[in-house]
């Protein structure tokens, strides 16, 4: 488990998503568990996105991952959002409270440019907040 960086401790931080649904845009990767994918194919079980599944997913050692080019969103991302909300992945859960984007003041800052909700208010986040998210104990559940 990784710790928070020390300069959170001071006053822990703000996040507030604003559904922009950026993060959910490419390039990027966004990985699953397979006990995550299991969750994830049972909730769009009976959706058109079920017939995709076998395309949507590769597999990298143990786990299973969604390639997400540049300029596409996620195939999982709906109008409505992400089609898997209540079980997305742990990934999805915690961001942007990830252990390279809080390294340092400057490292948070710095994904000021993709997600519009970093150190926007009024969801606040204290130090002991930060520290279960990122032991895998607490998600924000805010993102799309
Ligand atoms: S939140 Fe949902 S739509 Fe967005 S990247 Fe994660 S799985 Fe895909
Ligand atoms: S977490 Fe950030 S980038 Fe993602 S939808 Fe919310 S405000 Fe936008």
């Not at 922009?20 to 845009?25: D, E, S």
């Not at 969750?39 to 991952?65: C, F, K, M, N, Y």
């Not at 519009?116 to 130090?127: K, Q, T």
Request: charged share 25%; glycine share 10%.
């Amino acid at each position: 488990m990784t710790a928070p960086g020390r300069w959170t401790r001071g006053g822990g931080l703000d996040f507030t998503c604003t559904r922009c649904g950026l993060c959910c845009r490419g390039p990027g990767e966004v990985w699953f568990t397979q006990e995550e994918k299991s969750q994830a194919l049972a909730a769009i079980s009976g959706t058109p996105l079920a017939a995709q599944a076998a395309t949507i997913w590769r597999a990298s050692g143990a786990d299973e991952v969604i390639d997400v080019p540049a300029d596409q969103a996620c195939p999982l991302l709906g109008p409505d959002g992400c089609s898997i909300q209540a079980v997305k992945p742990a990934q999805c859960r915690t961001y942007p409270f990830w252990p390279e984007l809080l390294q340092s003041r400057a490292d948070w800052e710095s994904e000021k440019g993709r997600c519009e909700g970093i150190d926007r208010g009024p969801n606040h986040y204290a130090y002991a907040d930060i520290f279960e998210l990122l032991s895998g104990r607490k998600d924000t559940r805010e993102n799309s």
